[in-house]
């Protein structure tokens, strides 16, 4: 024990010493780790209206007494309120207020220290008002020196070589040198090495405790000089009580202090050994195994505090993930590197204190172990390691053109000797420990020398650890940024592929490229409508007509995307061979000048699978421990063996299970209950609508309106469906009302319903996701629409003008638009009767027929053609429906008393003309009509005064003469007594006259 208060007073004058020596060469630097992701206004932009604040997204979560903002206007005088805060709801987010600004340059300058690693960065960037920014003004990223200070690297290198030797050391023995040194059967030259080894591992751990002791010491100073921007000389207890308690890397410097304060109180009874001479057979007493557990557990606590301050917290959406990965890292290396330092350290003691065939038997069963220990180790190392890499670099370009990559690069140069040292040993030395003499000595050579190797692979670790990551650089520098961006789709047999280069901000060229389904290329198309617009805020919308060269390729120059972030391209091409076709693509247009450090980011599902990889291991570890423990203790590892595989099988699966698209994904496709969408939720929608408008979004919207909006709305949305009658106020027009609502107002209107009208909510019965579907198909239809009623007015004119070849035309172009357009096809039904084409006049107003069942006026139109084409009896049949649903329709009882009156059913006939003219008095063509069913039924006098009022009232009527010669006869044979029958007369409705 005395030798052990000597050690402890010689690390106390260590610390000292090393404090004092680091002291002249503490001098701060910064080094930028939370970066900016992107900040409104954006930098370099040029606003019309001055903003009414500067807010800007960082990479990590700030310190909110650490982090500020200034707004500058061209003279260098401060502009803003003065209340620059972290926001509460997301401290990744610094924002200062403005006052109406006058139109002009301003320059934003901010500061922050992360609350992840402590790191602190300055920058700015500069934004106008109401006029242009001049070259020189534009703001390019911060230059970022590569660490904070030359001696950071160096002391993460030694409190992480320190804190793998102290854990190590308790890991080699409680998982090495005691099963195999202090079990129950061990002879005493066992258990007196067990004694001297213990000895020494003790010290060893001390020292490293020490070691890391300094170095944190030395971190604490140099984070008070960088946050506080003095020099050493000039810090006060505030600045110290101001970093350890206020930011996030303080309080996790004291829990680390708290935990390393805990081991020198439990380390000396952790290795208490009962003396030999009492009781060979004697286990040790159980608070040394208590003591054992405390050591271990504050190790491991101390590890943790380490992931948590490192580049892995701010690893975006994979933080959890990526922090349990650093976590296994560290574990695994302590395991191996840590009990690799000490295991060279006890060569030379089991040398001088054992026989030679003590010896190769002694080796043989530490190394046996040993390699059980470290297989496993490595197989994690290199698992955690590929994570690391990935959520770190993410894309390849930044693993050889940025400093975290060549680190990172030169690190795995130096692992790969170490593993062949390893596998060495395993291969070559190991087998013949037992038998060979020379074996020993070998393996004393090359475990001194992996443990050499570890020492220079940890001290690249320790650079990592103090250098921004690469894919913040990559972000920054368009790393791994494609020259252009390219789409492809197939929608209505055409094949349509974009491209956008460079699909950066500013202008950028769309290339349309249109092929049939047999790779022709479509010249066809008589336009290309590109409609681009930004998903982050309703900036409107930018759409324009594609030029073709006339070998399938349209061309759109000098489109611009001015905002960094969430485009999306809407393509509608339109062919006179062909149905439409129209898609959408989403996309992100990064900087021309990158000034976003968020730009490559490692996704969710990646961390998924890794953690199922890790959760794996874990769960073989620990089944492995089960199948050679045959006890509780075996048990539970089995157990624990089994709940760690189920869960690495959730995590993989889960990504595919919950994948867009999967029937079976609950994520995607969810009920709403009927409270839920009764209650406003405007925080928990989204920004945008998070399905673009292709053409599976719009046939879904389409499924819904059908089935949901046309009672109401009708087949064109124009409120005239058969519910409308008995709404009041009437159902709104469509075509007026969708392009006045951005999609979120659609959304909610559908959702929540419209109070003080017959608009339900349909957020009980329709899903957030349908009812998205449904806002893209009521935008491209409102587009559809209006293009058709534009068509369709033109063939009305048309057909006004007796121009009906064109007026087919015109509304042909109108169905084709909106396929369901029953006016268009009971007007080109009319068009085609004109035009003496009867058939395809039949076939249009039974096709509105078959779209709207209770369109009287289409089985009007279709009776008259059946009148047309002498089948009264079918005629009649049309006229009946047509009257039965529109009672008050006076022109269909004439026209079914002509029909009648070819079948000869003049009482009918009769009838109907009386009811025509009882409806419409001012009816003139009827009295003709009438007159000649009632010549044709024998009643001379009512023929006679029907044929006379009809001439009164169309004196200028073409058949005037005939009239005036049947009026003679009927004179004439009124004056003969008795009456004599009457001549059948001819009935030709279509003659002269109205």
Known sequence: MRKLGALRQTALLLIVGLSLVLQPALTPDVLAHANVIRSEPAANSVLDQP???????????????????????????????????????????????????PNGTYVVAWANVSTVDGHKVRGSFVFSVGEPLNASALSLPPEQPLVQSPLEPVLRWLSLLAILAGVGGLAFELLILRPVLRRVNADDARRRLAQLLAGRLLKGIWLALALFLVASLGQLLLQTMITSELPLRQLAGREFLAVLFETGWGRLWLWRMALLLIMPGVLDLAFISPPAAENPARRQPQFNRLAQFVAVLAGVGILLTLSLGSHAAAAGEIRLAAIF??????????????????????????????????????????????????????????????????????????????????????????????????????????????SQERAGVWLRRFVTAEAVLVTLVLLPVGLLTALEPARQVASREGLGRPAGLTFHE????????????????????????????????????????????????????????????????????????????????????????????????????????????????????????????????????????????????????????????????????????????????????SPVSQAEAAAPQPAADPLRNPYPPDAASLAAGQTVFDQ?????????????????????????????????????????????????????????????????????????????????????????????????????????????????????????????????????????????????????????????????????????????????????????????????????????????????????????????????????????????????????LVPEAENRETVAGLMAQLAGLLAAQPAQSLPTTARTPAQGGN
């Open 708 to 952: 949901n909006c046309t009672p109401c709305h009708g087949l064109t949305g124009r409120g005239d469906g058969p519910l409308a009658a008995t709404l009041s106020p009437p159902p709104a027009d469509l075509l007026t009302h969708i392009s006045l609502h951005p999609d979120i107002e659609l959304f909610r209107l559908v959702r929540d319903g419209k109070t003080f009208t017959a608009m339900p909510s349909f957020g009980g019965k329709l899903t957030a996701e349908q009812i998205w579907h449904l806002v893209n198909y009521l935008r491209a239809f409102e587009v559809d629409l209006r293009l058709a009623e534009t068509q369709y007015r033109q063939g009305q004119a048309l057909l006004e003008q007796n121009r009906s070849e064109a007026a087919v035309v015109s509304f042909s172009a109108a169905i084709k638009l909106v396929p369901k357009h029953i006016w268009a096809y009971l007007d080109r039904g009319i068009a085609h009767r004109q035009l003496g084409q009867y058939e395809p006049a039949i076939a249009d107003h039974s096709r509105a027929i078959e779209l709207k069942p209770d369109f009287a006026e289409a089985y009007f139109n279709r009776g008259v053609d059946y009148n047309e084409t002498h089948r009264p009896e079918q005629a009649v049949a049309d006229y009946n429906r047509a009257i039965e649903l529109d009672p008050g329709m006076t022109i269909a009882y004439y026209a079914r008393g002509l029909a009648y009156a070819d079948l000869g059913n003049l009482a009918q006939a009769i009838r109907d003309f009386n009811q025509s003219l009882e409806m419409f008095p001012d009816f003139k063509r009827v009295y003709l009509d009438r007159g000649l069913a009632y010549m044709d039924s024998g009643d001379p006098e009512k023929a006679y005064n029907d044929l006379k009022k009809y001439l009164e």
């Open 490 to 669: 197939a929608v209505e047999g055409t094949d349509i592929s974009l491209a956008i280069e460079p699909g950066q901000t500013g202008p950028n060229r769309l290339l349309v490229s249109l092929k049939d389904h047999r790779g022709r290329p479509i010249t066809t198309a008589t336009d290309v409508t590109v409609r681009a617009t930004y998903l982050e805020a309703d900036l409107g919308e930018s759409p324009g007509s594609a030029v073709g060269d006339g070998n399938g390729q349209y061309l759109v120059e000098n489109q611009w995307l001015n905002i960094a972030g969430p485009w999306q391209v809407e393509l509608v091409v339109r062919r006179p061979d062909a149905l439409d076709a129209r898609t959408a693509f989403r996309f992100e247009v990064t900087p021309a000048v990158a000034v976003s450090s968020a730009a490559i980011a490692p996704t969710a599902s990646a961390g998924q699978l890794f953690g199922a990889a890790e959760l794996a291991l874990l769960g073989a570890a620990c089944l492995w421990l089960a199948h050679n423990r045959r006890s509780k203790k075996g048990a539970a590892a089995g157990l624990a063996g089994v709940a760690a595989t189920a869960g690495a099988l959730w995590l993989a699966l889960n990504p595919l299970l919950t994948a867009p698209g999967n029937p079976g994904a609950p994520a995607v496709v």
């Open 51 to 101: 903003p009414t604040a500067v807010t800007i997204w960082f990479t990590e979560p700030l310190e909110p007494q650490l982090s500020q903002i200034q707004v500058l206007n061209s003279q260098g005088r401060r502009v803003d309120n003065g209340d620059a805060a972290v926001a509460a709801v997301d401290p990744t987010m610094l924002a200062v207020s403005l006052p109406p600004l």
């Open 325 to 434: 990965n650093d976590f296994l890292h560290l574990l695994a290396a302590a395991f191996w590197a840590g009990s690799l330092f000490h295991f060279a350290l006890s060569g030379p003691v089991i040398f001088q204190n054992l026989s030679k065939s003590q010896r190769r038997e002694v080796l043989s069963e530490l190394v046996a172990r040993f390699s059980g220990l470290a297989g496993l180790s490595v197989l994690v190392l290199v698992v955690t390691g590929l994570f690391s890499a990935y959520a770190q670099v993410t894309v390849l370009p930044a693993l050889t053109a940025t400093p975290y990559g060549l680190t990172l690069l030169a690190k795995m140069g130096l692992v790969l000797p170490l593993l062949a040292l390893g596998a060495l040993n395993l291969v070559w030395v190991r087998p013949r420990l037992a």
